[in-house]
């Protein structure tokens, strides 16, 4: 008798224990550093700490304007300065080959490396690879 009732409390005590972990997990979950679908906090974007981001961007070239590349995907495009002298390389099987601003054409898929400034404007080119 008293071993079933030592199996009864122990499986309590237990079951408690997990609703405990349940609730504490669901809490903790609630307190995300990084919303969705945003990439960053907005509070991270505009620290004073953080002078630029650098990220990638990839997508197919819609426009082109001196020397500015519009990056399309889906519904969303993204308006990119390319500096002169900025790496341009075309990856084919054999590596990477180094290419010219205009050898880039509408159509084209890109993965570019940017440089954000903290202002968020201009979004700078730092490196361009035209995709096969």
């Known amino acids: 008798m008293k071993e079933n009732a030592l199996i009864v409390v122990s499986l309590i005590v237990l079951f408690v224990i997990f609703l405990v972990g349940f609730g504490l997990g669901y809490f903790l979950n609630q307190k995300k550093c990084v919303p969705e679908p945003n990439i960053c906090?907005?509070?991270l974007l505009d620290s004073k700490?953080?002078?630029n981001w650098?990220?990638?961007a990839r997508g197919e070239v819609k426009e082109i304007s001196d020397r500015?590349?519009?990056l399309g995907l889906e519904n969303e495009t993204l308006k990119i300065f390319v500096p002169e002298g900025t790496r341009i390389q075309g990856?084919?099987?054999e590596g990477?080959?180094?290419m010219n601003f205009?050898?880039?054409k509408v159509g084209d898929q890109l993965e570019i490396k940017?440089?954000?400034p903290q202002d968020k404007t201009p979004l700078i080119a730092t490196l361009v690879t035209i995709l096969p």
Do not use: G, H, Q, Y
């Open 91 to 93: 990856l084919t099987d």
């Open 41 to 43: 906090p907005p509070t």
């Open 49 to 51: 700490l953080l002078k």
């Open 96 to 98: 990477a080959n180094i």
């Open 54 to 56: 650098s990220v990638f």
């Open 68 to 70: 500015n590349l519009t």
């Open 102 to 104: 205009e050898d880039i």
């Open 114 to 116: 940017l440089w954000i």
